[in-house]
């Protein structure tokens, strides 16, 4: 299996404090892999670096064979890198239905856009005239996935898409990356409810103050005390 992403020993700073230290991963075509870790670990970091928010101090990032390292934001997400933020990251001033339609367009896709994200919520269907603004915050996180969702990218950065959600919405945002993965789509998960990542996982990897701490398979890594310890600072 060919890998759509891979990462390679990249190391990041902020005004001279370290954030990562060495981090390498892989990405496999058409895998969910997801990136856990405490509060602080890193993860939001690795995500902004591969989609070029912040720049590495060393290390490479290859999208599909491609260096992308030194890449500009817009130049990354062309290539298929869409990054889906904590935030979420919509229009607030167009409408969901403007939203969509600029997403389809930037793929390279003129039709079926809004259709295929109704069918992902359709709560969205009711609301295609309303600004993305004046959503509530669960319809604004699932017009951000649906709009990633319709481009059909080759990977997918998706940072805590659960944060400050009640857990029916939570639910409902989880289905629909289950569906989105059987589709093809690769993804490079991070989410602070670590049961859920696990069961949409093929491989994890698990961070710990900016390094690679484990790596495996989910079943393996429920039994992991580097999981524990990077959560809960405790361990042999």
Do not use: W
Request: glycine share 12%.
């Amino acid at each position: 299996m060919s890998n759509v992403l891979q990462v390679r020993d990249m190391t990041v700073a902020y005004g001279g404090l370290r954030a990562l230290s060495g981090v390498s991963l892989v990405v496999p075509e058409g895998c969910v892999v997801a990136l856990l870790g405490a509060n602080g670990a890193g993860k939001t970091t690795t995500l902004r670096a591969i989609s070029g928010l912040v720049r590495p101090e060393s290390g490479r990032v290859v999208f599909r064979g491609r260096d992308i390292t030194r890449k500009a934001p817009h130049q990354i997400a062309g290539l298929g890198v869409l990054h889906v933020p904590e935030g979420r990251g919509i229009f607030r001033s167009l409408t969901v239905a403007e939203n969509l339609s600029m997403a389809s367009f930037s793929r390279g896709r003129r039709t079926g856009a809004i259709d295929e994200a109704v069918a992902l919520f359709p709560v969205l269907g009711e609301r295609l005239g309303q600004l993305a603004g004046t959503l509530s915050g669960g319809e604004q996180q699932m017009l951000a996935l649906a709009r990633a969702f319709v481009s059909r990218p080759p990977l997918l950065l998706l940072d805590e898409i659960s944060m400050g959600l009640a857990p029916i919405i939570t639910a409902q945002l989880f289905d629909a990356i289950e569906r989105a993965a059987q589709s093809g789509i690769a993804m490079l998960l991070v989410e602070q409810y670590v049961d859920a990542a696990l069961r949409l996982a093929d491989y994890a990897y698990v961070l710990d103050k900016g390094e690679v701490v484990d790596v495996g398979e989910p079943a393996d890594l429920q039994q992991s005390e580097a999981l524990a310890a990077a959560y809960l600072g405790v361990g042999t």
